[in-house]
C-alpha cells in the first residue's frame, strides 16, 4: 500500500484524524529539527522550535490551502520562529545592561560541551558559530542548499524572492564565512 501523500494526510487531520499528523511529524519530524539545528547552532533549541513549529500547523490545520508544498511551509512556519525568537533575544541583550543586577534568568546560559576530540569540536563550534552568526537571510539558503540538498527554485518558493537573489545570498554567505573564519584557519585561534 502506497504511502499518503502530504495533502490527504493534511486533509485527514483537518476532519480530526491526530494518527495523520503524527504521520506528518514522523515525516517531516528528522529533517525539520536537523534544518533547524544548522540554523540556530543548538539541538536542543532546534527540537523546541521544530516542536512549536508542528503545534502551530496543526492548530492552523483548518487554514492550510493544499498546494502541494507543505514541506516549504513547515519550514517557513520554523524559520519564522527562528526568526522572532532571536528579534526577542536581540531585544532582551540591548535591555540587560538597563537590569539592575545584569540577571539574564537562564536566557543565555553558557553551553557545557560533552567529551569529545577537542580539535574536531573546536572546529565543529567555529564553522557554527560563523554560520549561527549570518543573518537569517544568508543563514537560511545556505543551510537548505548546502546541507538540505534543496534546488534554488525551491529555496526562493520558500523564502519568497527570485532564485537570482537566492544565488546571489548563498554566494555573499559564503564570503562572509570565509572572511570570518580565515583568522582561524591561518592562526588556529579563536575566529
Keep these: 500500500m502506497a504511502e499518503p501523500s502530504d495533502a490527504e494526510l493534511m486533509s485527514w487531520t483537518r476532519e480530526g484524524d491526530r494518527e495523520a499528523f503524527a504521520r506528518l511529524v514522523d515525516r517531516y519530524k528528522d529533517p525539520l529539527v536537523n534544518y533547524l539545528t544548522r540554523l540556530a547552532g543548538c539541538r536542543s533549541r532546534a527540537e523546541d522550535l521544530a516542536q512549536e513549529a508542528f503545534l502551530r500547523v496543526f492548530q492552523r490545520a483548518t487554514d492550510y490551502d ?82 538540505e540538498g534543496w534546488s534554488y527554485a525551491d529555496i526562493a518558493r520558500q523564502v519568497g524572492c527570485r532564485e537570482g537573489t537566492v544565488k546571489s545570498r548563498i554566494h555573499r554567505s559564503k564570503l562572509r564565512l570565509r572572511r570570518r573564519l580565515e583568522p582561524y584557519w591561518n592562526h588556529g585561534g579563536p575566529a
Design 66 to 147: 493544499e498546494q502541494g508544498k507543505l514541506q516549504a511551509f513547515l519550514y517557513r512556519v520554523a524559520t519564522n520562529l527562528l526568526r522572532s525568537e532571536e528579534r526577542r533575544a536581540r531585544r532582551w541583550r540591548l535591555l540587560e545592561p538597563f537590569l539592575a543586577n545584569g540577571s539574564t534568568n537562564g536566557h543565555h546560559a553558557a553551553w557545557a560541551p560533552a567529551a569529545e576530540p577537542v580539535l574536531a569540536r573546536e572546529v565543529r563550534e567555529q564553522v557554527a558559530a560563523a554560520v549561527t552568526a549570518l543573518p537569517l537571510r544568508f543563514r537560511v539558503p545556505l543551510v537548505l542548499f548546502e546541507v
